[in-house]
């Protein structure tokens, strides 16, 4: 039977080259009418975790959770997705850094602003806010990281530097870490004391 994860495969591919009858052909049976669209995986982490904490199933609600790869590939899954492809309503989270990136894609294919969110400086770093560095600290130690994170405070580019910045850092420095740590912090999280751009995309769909 096909289901979410099935369509979100068959819209990845699609955006790499593939053809598109497959993702075309699932958007009636999946029950597919919103798409968002994140940067990277371990935004997708998040998104999907505070959800589940809230009680809702996204899949179940018509909503397909995308990540996408990069911010500069926006203008192509909205070009897919969006008014000119599929007529899906779309939303999404992005940093600032990249806004104009979004703000451009969003534009080309005519799609609405309205629902999509700005992170300053990224999703880690409002997760990190809304915890503290002292929580963020502990769900370190208590996931086995508490060694690799010392001789990452001990790299002379860290000197100095906020703590927070550090540990916004730390998160990106292996690969998988901060996908993992993108669920772990919403888990840790009150669910109803999310960051703002987080609170705001989920109260969206």
């Known amino acids: 039977m096909a289901d979410m994860g099935a ?19 699932l958007v ?7 798409a ?3 940067e990277g995986p371990s935004d997708r982490e998040a998104v999907e975790a505070l959800a589940a904490r809230r009680g809702r199933d996204l899949a179940a609600e018509g909503v397909c ?4 790869g990069g911010a500069m590939s926006i203008s192509r899954y909205t070009e897919l997705l969006g008014p000119p492809g599929l007529g899906l309503r779309l939303a999404g989270l992005c940093d600032v850094g990249e806004q104009r990136f979004y703000d451009r894609g969003l534009e080309r294919a005519r799609a609405p602003r309205r ?4 992170c300053v400086s990224d999703l880690e770093d409002e997760l990190i806010r809304a915890l503290g560095t002292e929580r963020v ?3 370190i130690r208590d996931e086995g990281d508490l060694r690799a994170w010392q001789t990452f405070l001990h790299q002379p580019a860290q000197q100095g530097r906020p703590r927070q910045q550090q540990l916004r850092r730390f998160l990106g420095t292996k690969k998988g870490r901060k996908i993992r740590y993108g669920r772990l912090l919403v888990e840790a999280l009150d669910p109803e004391l999310a960051p703002a751009p987080l609170d705001d995309l989920l109260a969206s769909l």
């Open 7 to 25: 369509f979100r495969d068959a819209v990845t591919d699609w955006a790499a080259g593939g053809p598109g009858e497959a993702a075309s052909a």
């Open 65 to 68: 959770v995308v990540s996408m």
């Open 36 to 38: 968002v669209l994140l």
């Open 28 to 34: 009636v049976p999946v029950g597919v009418r919103t």
């Open 137 to 139: 600290e502990e769900i």
């Open 115 to 118: 629902d999509f969110f700005v």
